[in-house]
């Protein structure tokens, strides 16, 4: 049996299947019914799967479909054939005798236009050039499966299936951006390179969806989607990107009434020229701390030197057949994991980390293993534990890296994960030995480039807004200035005031996040840093609906904030979708970057053989598609 996405199931022919089989195929759902694929009438064979016949198949053909059968098709049988030279429809399925211009599928079938459609979703997914549809052996892979439907031209996809596809998914996007909570949408952007040296700019719209049409209710409120990349000069300027940003927020944006949130950029020129037009934008989190590290591991010279002898070991392994079996017979010796060493990209601080961790991990294999195969880079045990400091010290921010760039990080995590940082670089100084300048080097880049970030209005109300961590992280003083600055934000978005009651926090009402951490161990750090809340006299509203908030217990860090603003907002609508607006804006550009990252691996892809309004186009669907679950 063959099964394809229509759910049928053809059958596999031999020199006695029936040529009616040209013109039905089996149900999945019930093998004793059929399917014309004419009419798509569904008919059944009889009740005894054991005991089925084809008669009925004839007579539906003679009444409805007359004009597929030849007048001398009373012995629709096939007969026995040994040409060698037949097609590879005829040779799978049979010679029919029916007409065989009749035997193809219109290009208005269900089953045509499905593959078809198909056919145009791989062409964008893959990245794949138009004349991809002319190859030999897809055309045979298709003959095989489907030898009734005909394959279009590449100018039909290249000019009407990929531009009509483009303005579906379009089309589904902007409705789902209307779906927006608080009707604000933030947004990454930055410049991103092609493999072919080519320059563009790109902007990716995040927003919070409680309900929507688009998105299967198992998923979390997290939305986001791709709505421009344009190719740009070597020589551009932030304000040609701003320009370009302004006209792709009108298109988008505020044509539909939405309003524009925060920009996350880890491009200096774009964050600067937004920030100082009528544009707020924040540094990505991320791209921050890579400049932390890379500034800190430059620092000392001695961890620049065991980086380079780590890696020429890694490199002297992967370039020679006898090391790596020798490697391989020590890992099973001494029980050692069966992994292979990590090459690190010198530019990529946590390549270089995990470069040190696979190396730590098989220590004694190589050891040995650089003697005997008379390695001229050997590591001292002085440098092994120079070795186990470094990546004891740059754990704490991989981890905070890729826990701030998932899809359901918000902005609200920067400032915790900032004094967490902090609080671990004082502890790293008793905890390792040998790298003092690169922990001295750390602290200060984080007082350089993140002290602005914990007195930043748009991290603090992030911060105070997210149940998790409420106020627990600043000071009595800041405290209370932040709450009172909580109110008049709130005054500003309702003059009215109604009394509310306190309701329970709402963590146990959804499912918790699903953005479980992976070293705990580094957010338990924050326990210490909580401080206890003093009642308040309570007043009108909005003061009360603050004091109310802040009352309340603070959440576990898996709880999803938006979970409990889900089941907030019809208690504190005014005071949730204040909060809506700023954890629906990611911390970092990473989850955007990483959608279409995959194309700069496409080694086959050749940008050249494509039309640019094409390549956008592609790359749009190509990050789009999946998003909305291919629903368009």
């Not at 030898?147 to 100018?155: E, G």
Request: proline share 4%.
């Amino acid at each position: 049996m063959v099964t394809n996405d229509s759910q049928v199931i053809f059958p596999v022919s031999s020199k006695k299947t029936s040529k009616l089989w040209n013109h039905f195929s089996i149900c999945s759902a019930d093998s004793t019914k059929v399917i014309c694929m004419h009419c798509g009438r569904t008919i059944s064979r009889g009740k005894k799967p054991t005991n089925l016949g084809t008669s009925c198949l004839l007579r539906h053909l003679q009444r409805f479909h007359n004009n597929v059968l030849k007048p001398d098709a009373s012995e629709p049988v096939l007969s026995s054939s040994t040409n060698s030279r037949v097609p590879l429809s005829t040779d799978l399925l049979g010679s029919s005798s029916f007409d065989e211009a009749n035997d193809k599928f219109s290009d208005t079938h269900p089953v045509a236009k499905k593959i078809t459609s198909l056919v145009a979703e791989m062409i964008a997914l893959d990245l794949q050039p138009y004349s991809f549809v002319d190859n030999i052996g897809f055309n045979r892979l298709l003959e095989y499966l489907q030898p009734q439907y005909s394959l279009p031209s590449p100018s039909y996809f290249s000019r009407t299936a990929i531009p009509d596809m483009y303005e579906s998914v379009k089309q589904i996007i902007v409705s789902h951006l209307k779906e927006a909570e608080s009707g604000v949408v933030h947004f990454t952007s930055g410049i991103w390179m092609s493999n072919q040296t080519r320059e563009y700019v790109t902007l990716t719209a995040h927003w919070v969806t409680y309900e929507s049409r688009v998105r299967p209710q198992c998923e979390d409120y997290h939305c986001s989607a791709l709505l421009n990349v344009s190719q740009i000069d070597c020589d551009y300027s932030g304000i040609s990107i701003q320009k370009q940003l302004e006209y792709w927020w009108e298109a988008w944006i505020t044509s539909i009434g939405l309003q524009i949130g925060i920009t996350v950029t880890d491009n200096q020129t774009i964050g600067k020229t937004l920030n100082e037009g009528d544009h707020s934008s924040v540094q990505c989190f991320g791209h921050t701390v890579n400049l932390i590290v890379n500034e800190a591991i430059k620092s000392q010279r001695m961890v620049q030197n065991l980086l380079s002898i780590a890696r020429k070991i890694c490199e002297r392994v992967h370039r020679s057949a006898k090391a790596r079996e020798k490697l391989a017979e020590l890992q099973k010796e001494y029980h050692l994991p069966q992994h292979q060493l990590i090459q690190d990209v010198p530019s990529k601080w946590n390549t270089s980390f995990h470069m040190l961790e696979s190396l730590i991990e098989q220590k004694r294999a190589i050891d040995e293993m650089s003697i005997e195969c008379s390695f001229r880079e050997l590591i001292s045990c002085d440098q092994w534990e120079v070795m186990q400091s470094v990546c004891h010290a740059l754990k704490p921010f991989e981890v905070a890296s890729r826990e701030m760039s998932t899809h359901m990080s918000t902005l609200s995590q920067v400032i915790p994960m900032i004094h967490i940082l902090n609080r671990k670089i004082e502890l790293l100084f008793e905890e390792t030995m040998g790298i003092d300048t690169m922990l001295k080097s750390l602290k200060e880049a984080m007082v350089s480039r993140l002290s602005s970030t914990l007195h930043d209005p748009r991290y603090i109300f992030a911060t105070l807004l997210d149940p998790r961590y409420k106020a627990s992280l600043f000071t009595e003083e800041e405290a209370e200035q932040y709450k009172q600055d909580l109110i008049r934000e709130l005054e500003i978005l309702s003059a009215t005031s109604d009394d509310e009651k306190p309701v329970s926090n709402g963590c146990g009402m959804g499912s918790p996040s699903k953005n479980s951490y992976v070293d705990s161990s580094l957010w338990s750090l924050m326990e210490d840093m909580k401080k206890a809340k003093v009642p308040k006299e309570k007043a009108k509203l909005p003061e009360e609906m603050v004091l109310l908030y802040l009352e309340e217990e603070v959440l576990e860090h898996n709880c999803d904030p938006l979970t409990y603003w889900n089941f907030k907002k019809s208690s504190w609508p005014i005071l949730s979708k204040l909060a809506v607006r700023f954890l629906g804006c990611p911390p970092s550009i990473v989850p955007s970057e990483r959608l279409f990252s995959t194309s700069n691996e496409n080694s086959s892809f050749s940008q050249s053989r494509l039309a640019m309004e094409h390549f956008e186009k592609l790359i749009f669907l190509k990050v789009n598609l999946p998003l909305i679950y291919f629903q368009y």
